[in-house]
Structure formats: structure tokens, C-alpha cells
């Protein structure tokens, strides 16, 4: 005859399979509505925010007070020919009455405080051309909004910036519109007929104006490629290319050159500027120019936003006019940054609409025109620069 049970067991048993049952249930996802619908709106507008493409969309006509520039012609931090309000440029009303509006999201309008805040303890540091210089600029009136006490600051070799007390933050910008090291050497006996002499480019050394500020900025936002154009550097005063201190030969052209500067430099940013830093790379700010270029009696007079339709027609290089260049930069440029940590700024398709956002002839000084001829370049201020900052303020909160 078999044992007999102890009278507890089969309750123990019982027991058991219940908690086993109650474990295993609650290991199953949870299918309440309101929590299914809590976890998809977080992660939808998560999305939303992080994954926002502000670089393609376009502009719309808003007269609202929001459109209202956040800084006037008072601002100490202006330059002078680009201060379209100082200089009475026409239309300029009308000119920052037009809103970029991402294609499938909001670009927010930066918080000056918000912003700074962000950045407290902080140093953003901008190195190119003028163009840079141009955004800079935008960036330091908007900014001082928030601390009126901001202070000019020209020091590590910066061309120019500001210093934010109340939070800590430096923002400048370091003048080299090559970005390599480059210097005019005088007509020599084994140069060509015609030439006065040279400007040595040594493609492997940067700037000294940049060189030393690698451990300085906590942000950085690099541009090049204004300058290299047969205006600036004609057959007379050519860029020659020299590597370890030896010209290259057979010499190289001037967009060939600019490859393997592009090349070197994206090295060094990589090799000697920390993990750490966040690195932006702007892309090509349109030159509007027609009827000429900026020396041969060029002009950019014009009312209105170009239409999306005209933009291949002014700047596609096939179309061989006087503002094709920044497209084929730009290509070069994307190619080199590929599999680096350097972030794109790509802030030439919404800026090839802004045909009527320019200095033009409004340059504040009398004989300006008459001397450099029109500028279909810079942007006036406040303008177009303001939207770059929006952008630039958007992806820095997206970042940190």
C-alpha cells in the first residue's frame, strides 16, 4: 500500500501553480489604452523633436509681431555695411516678414536665456570667412538680449566675439578663409609672364588664426569656400600648393587644390580637436549675383523670395552661371565628412530663396558701390542669418 500524502501537500501544491500562474503574467506586456497610448505619444514626439530635418522646407509671408527681429541697429556687435536698417536698405520690413517652416516639423524661434542657459560654462567658436563672420554676428545681437552686459572679446587669436558674464559663455570667431595656412609671396625670376607673384597655400598646416584653439571651444563651426574662385585668385596672383614644404606637382588647379586642403584640414579637425567637442561643418551661404559678378557690375535688386522653380536655374551647376560654385563646393565638401564626427550645417537650400535679403547698394558709406560694387554676398542684418541661428539653436538642443 502506497504512503499516504502529508494533508498540507496538495495545498502547497495548489499554492504553487498559483504563484506560478501570477508570475508569469505579470512578466506580459501591459495592454491598457492609456498606457499603450501614453508610450506612443512620448515616443512620437520624441521623434518629431530629435529627428527633424530644418534644412528643407520653405519660406511663408508672416506679419505677425512673432516675425518681429529680436535686435535693432543699436546692437554694438553690428558691422556697419551689414546693418540694413542703420543704412535705410529698402524693403527691409518686408524682408524679415518671411518665416522658414521645415517641410514636416516647427522651427522655434531660439530662446536667447534658453539658449545661453544651455550653454552655461561654456565657448562656441566659428573659424572660416566672412560669411561666418556674418552669422556671427547675428548670433551675438540675439544673444545679447538675454545679457545686455555681454562684453566684446577679442582674445586666443579671435578676429572677434563677445563674453556673456551672466553665463559664463564665450562666442567668437577666428578669421581663416582658407582654412589652411597661406601667405603672398612676391613675383620670383622662374615665375610665369604676367604673374606678380604667388599666394603659397600649404595645404597640410593650418591657420595660425585657428592652430591653437583646439582645446578651447566646447563647439565648433568650421566653413571654407568663398574664396576659392578665380575672382579672388586670377592667373596673375595665382594659389599654389605646397605639401611638407615642397610645391606639388604636377601643380594642382584651384577646386583640385581646394579638395586636398578640404581633405587636410577635415584630418586635423579629427585628429587634434577632442571627442568631445561638437563639430559643425556650414555649408555654402548663395551668392546672388546676376547681370555680372560681384566686379563686373553684378546686382541683386530684387523684391521677393526666388521661387522654388528658379533655384536650378541660378545655382545647378549645369546651368554654368555665376552661382554655381556653391553647389559643387558643397559636394565636395560631403564627400570629405563622410565617416566623420563633423555634423553638416546645411544651410544653402533655404538661403539660395533669399535673392532679396542682401546689402545690394545698401552698403552705409557713400562711395562704397562705386569701390567694391554691390553685395550680393553677406546678408543684411537683421535677416536671413537670424534663421541660421533658429536652426543652429534647434540642433543644439537636440544635441545636449
Not at 501591459?30 to 530629435?50: D, G, L, Q, W, Y
Request: proline share 7%; aromatic share 12%.
Amino acid at each position: 500500500m502506497p504512503p499516504k500524502l502529508p494533508p498540507a501537500l496538495p495545498f502547497l501544491i495548489l499554492l504553487s501553480f498559483l504563484f506560478f500562474y501570477l508570475y508569469s503574467t505579470s512578466l506580459l506586456p501591459h495592454s491598457s489604452p492609456s498606457s499603450s497610448t501614453t508610450t506612443t505619444t512620448t515616443t512620437t514626439t520624441k521623434t518629431r523633436t530629435t529627428s527633424c530635418n530644418f534644412f528643407k522646407g520653405n519660406w511663408i509671408l508672416d506679419r505677425t509681431k512673432s516675425a518681429k527681429p529680436l535686435y535693432d541697429e543699436s546692437c554694438p556687435f553690428h558691422r556697419n555695411a551689414w546693418n540694413c536698417l542703420r543704412n535705410h536698405r529698402e524693403n527691409i520690413g518686408l524682408i524679415n516678414s518671411w518665416r522658414w517652416v521645415p517641410k514636416d516639423c516647427e522651427l522655434p524661434k531660439i530662446d536667447p536665456e534658453r539658449f545661453l542657459e544651455l550653454m552655461r560654462n561654456r565657448n562656441i567658436g566659428l573659424v572660416g570667412d566672412s560669411l561666418n563672420e556674418n552669422f556671427l554676428v547675428s548670433f551675438l545681437c540675439i544673444l545679447r538680449v538675454a545679457d545686455g552686459s555681454a562684453k566684446k572679446w577679442k582674445r586666443k587669436g579671435a578676429w572677434r566675439g563677445a563674453y556673456f558674464p551672466k553665463f559664463n559663455v564665450t562666442v567668437s570667431y577666428h578669421r581663416a578663409v582658407l582654412l589652411a595656412k597661406y601667405e603672398w609671396q612676391p613675383k620670383q625670376p622662374t615665375m610665369n609672364d604676367g604673374q606678380k607673384g604667388i599666394y603659397r597655400v600649404d595645404v597640410d598646416i593650418p591657420a595660425e588664426d585657428w592652430a591653437t584653439i583646439t582645446d578651447y571651444y566646447d563647439v565648433l563651426i568650421f566653413n571654407t569656400g568663398h574664396w576659392w574662385g578665380y575672382d579672388k585668385f586670377p592667373k596673375e596672383t595665382p594659389l599654389v600648393f605646397y605639401r611638407a614644404g615642397q610645391p606639388i606637382l604636377p601643380p594642382l588647379g584651384l577646386f583640385d587644390g581646394f579638395k586636398v586642403v578640404l581633405e587636410s584640414m577635415v584630418s586635423y579637425i579629427e585628429r587634434e580637436i577632442p571627442r568631445k567637442t561638437l563639430k559643425f561643418w556650414r555649408l555654402q551661404s548663395p551668392r546672388h549675383f546676376y547681370g555680372g559678378d560681384w566686379n563686373q557690375n553684378g546686382s541683386c535688386l530684387l523684391n521677393e523670395p526666388l521661387k522654388e522653380h528658379e533655384l536650378d536655374l541660378w545655382f545647378d551647376p549645369s546651368n554654368n552661371g555665376v552661382n554655381k560654385e556653391a553647389r559643387k563646393i558643397n559636394h565636395m565638401i560631403e564627400e570629405t565628412l563622410q565617416g566623420t564626427d563633423i555634423r553638416l550645417l546645411d544651410l544653402t537650400h533655404l538661403s539660395e530663396f533669399r535673392a532679396d535679403a542682401h546689402p545690394a547698394i545698401w552698403l552705409g558709406k557713400k562711395d562704397a558701390v562705386a569701390i567694391w560694387g554691390q553685395d550680393c554676398m553677406h546678408w543684411c542684418l537683421p535677416g536671413v542669418p537670424d534663421t541660421w541661428v533658429d536652426i543652429f539653436s534647434g540642433l543644439m538642443h537636440n544635441s545636449m
